[in-house]
């Protein structure tokens, strides 16, 4: 089914910039698009980003389009997330998240898809 | 932008008793409709797809019904597990912004 491990996260003040890593195992990452949902304290689940199996399409919330990029290497079966110019209403814990689809493999974005695979997620607090 | 409603915020249901949670749609989904549950101090975890099949490892008594604009998420027998917050989620529609409900609660009464 798979295992994702989250990690990069940690303080970061207003403005600053961090790097989080989502490590996959147990199925062929290049096959699967991935996404990034991130959760507020006490509040519920955000969709924030996805990225296609090869890498070539992705896609972003409002809210942090031109501030958060994502991308990965398959070579490392590694999901990325690099988060610029913080704000304090990003502090949330971001898991990393397979998208998946009835038994087919969901490779393209643009297509619909449930996440059927999460890791434990890395927390990202944003503050001075 | 499809939005997702789930009622009530908490439920308070005893050991043993069934637990009915709601989902609402602002349009319709038809049957690209999720069911998640964190528990305390966890990541989600993928319950219900497609209204009603369940995900490898989710035990018979998590049962989804619905289509359309209405869902329901039953649990039946409630364990000391399955005290969580849980979240629907559609999926019709493309990009995913606001896909997910503000979730239900359950707690032990």
């Known amino acids: 089914e798979g295992q994702l491990l989250e990690s990069g996260g940690g303080l970061v003040q207003p403005g600053g910039s961090l790097r989080l890593s989502c490590v996959c195992s147990g199925f062929t990452f290049s096959n699967s698009a991935m996404n990034w ?40 079966n590694t999901l990325f997330l690099q988060m610029n110019s913080l704000r304090a209403e990003d502090t949330a814990v971001y898991y990393c998240a397979k998208a998946a689809y009835r038994s087919a493999v969901v490779t393209a974005l643009g297509v619909r898809y449930y996440m059927d695979v999460w890791g434990k997620g890395t927390t990202v607090t944003v503050s001075s | 932008e499809i939005v997702m409603t789930q009622s009530p915020a908490t439920l308070s249901v ?23 549950q964190q528990r305390p101090g966890q990541a989600p975890r993928l319950l219900i797809y497609g ?20 869902f329901t998420l039953t649990i039946s027998s409630l364990q000391p597990e399955d005290f969580a917050v849980y979240y629907c989620q559609q999926y019709k529609d493309w990009p995913p912004l606001y896909s997910f409900g503000q979730g239900t609660k359950l707690e032990i009464k």
């Open chain 2, 51 to 70: 209204v009603s099949t369940r995900a490898t490892g989710i035990p018979a008594r998590f049962s989804g019904s619905g289509s359309g604009t209405e």
């Open chain 2, 14 to 36: 005893s050991p043993g008793e069934r637990a009915t949670l709601s989902c609402r749609a602002s349009q319709s989904v038809s049957t690209y409709l999720a069911w998640y």
């Open chain 1, 37 to 76: 949902v991130r959760q507020a304290p006490g509040k519920g689940l955000e969709w924030v980003s996805a990225i296609s199996g090869g890498g070539a399409s992705t896609e972003y919330a409002d809210s942090v389009k031109g501030r958060l990029t994502i991308s990965r290497d398959n070579s490392k």
